[in-house]
């Protein structure tokens, strides 16, 4: 699975970023940097979407999302960057 490969992807950047042998253990690692697992990275910004959607907060995130008329959803460019 693609998900798979960006986490292994993920897991040997960030023990390079430390400079962490291949065999330490990564959970603490990524905490120690503020990243999250690529799979929670896609439910956080999910959740975000849906809140900016639902409530129109944050102003400076809603301004970036438009809703289209076949149900669509399209993202301004900057929404999809890491």
Do not use: F
């Not at 693609?2 to 023990?15: D, G, K, S, T, V």
């Not at 975000?48 to 669509?72: A, E, F, M, R």
């Amino acid at each position: 699975m693609e998900l798979c490969r960006l986490q292994q992807i993920q897991n040997c950047l960030a023990r390079t970023v430390v400079k962490a042998p291949k065999s330490s253990h990564i959970t603490p690692i990524l905490i120690s940097l503020h990243w999250l697992k690529i799979n929670e990275r896609i439910e956080y910004k999910l959740s975000l979407t849906y809140k900016v959607l639902t409530t129109s907060q944050p102003d400076y995130l809603h301004n970036l999302i438009s809703v289209q008329s076949t149900g669509s959803l399209e993202l301004a460019p900057r929404l999809l960057s890491p």
